[in-house]
């Protein structure tokens, strides 16, 4: 089954640029079946959907990130990778990544073990 | 898009039944069934316990359960275990492939 693993800095300095990259093991990110996705928990609030491909290059991200996320996919690689432009404290989160599932990408199984980014000078 | 409302933490002892509710509004759980409910224990994968109201993946046990009324969504734990103890999330399909997360409710197992 698919597995998912997040990786990237664990530390990006204010006003700088949030780049994270998940690698899918177990079947093809091409394969079209799946909305890959990105979710972030700050701490102690709740989880909020960052944004989600598809394999024909649909995306859509959350309105109130939407100015500053672009998330891609990296089919040679089998990964596909998040970034977050001019990061505050308000960014620091534990980031997954996820498979989204359903007619509209809108239930997530499986899930990455999550990375804590912390957003500071 | 407002998060959904879930209560902050809800307890019971071993072998009781326990409800976590999750209340949207008629633009997300109310307009759709597409109502899904996660389990988070610290430093794991989040781990999915329901996905489209009442449909459970395999491997989850029957003791959990999703339900429906109106505005609001209920994720019922039978059978309550010491391991169930962990924090749990509703999310809610919003339209135009917009979801929409609950602010968690930490379960506690007296």
């Known amino acids: 089954q698919v597995q998912l693993q997040e990786s990237g800095p664990g530390l990006v300095k204010p006003s700088q640029t949030l780049s994270l990259t998940c690698t899918v093991s177990?079947?093809?990110?091409?394969?079209?079946?799946?909305?890959w996705s990105w979710i972030r928990q700050p701490a102690g609030k709740g989880l909020e959907r960052i944004g989600r491909?598809?394999?024909?290059?649909?995306?859509t991200y959350n309105p109130s990130l939407k100015s500053r996320v672009t998330i891609s996919v990296d089919t040679s690689k089998n990964q596909f990778c998040l970034k977050v432009n001019s990061v505050t404290a308000a960014d620091t989160a534990v980031y997954y990544c996820a498979v989204g599932l359903g007619d509209f990408g809108n239930w997530f199984d499986p899930w990455g073990q999550g990375t804590l980014v912390t957003v500071s000078s | 898009q407002s998060a959904l409302t879930q209560p902050r933490s809800v307890s019971g002892s071993p072998g009781q039944s326990v409800t976590l509710s999750c209340t949207g509004t008629s633009s997300d759980v109310g307009n759709y069934n597409y109502v899904s409910w996660y389990q988070l224990h610290p430093g794991k994968a989040p781990k999915l316990l329901i996905y489209d109201v009442t449909k459970r993946p395999s491997g989850v046990p029957d003791r959990f359960s999703g339900s429906k009324s109106g505005n609001t969504a209920s994720l019922t734990i039978s059978g309550l275990q010491a391991e169930d103890e962990a924090d749990y999330y509703c999310c809610s399909y919003a339209g135009n492939f917009h979801v929409v997360f609950g602010g968690g409710t930490k379960l506690t197992v007296l």
């Open positions: 491909i598809h394999t024909s290059g649909s995306t």
């Open positions: 177990g079947d093809s990110i091409s394969s079209g079946r799946y909305y």
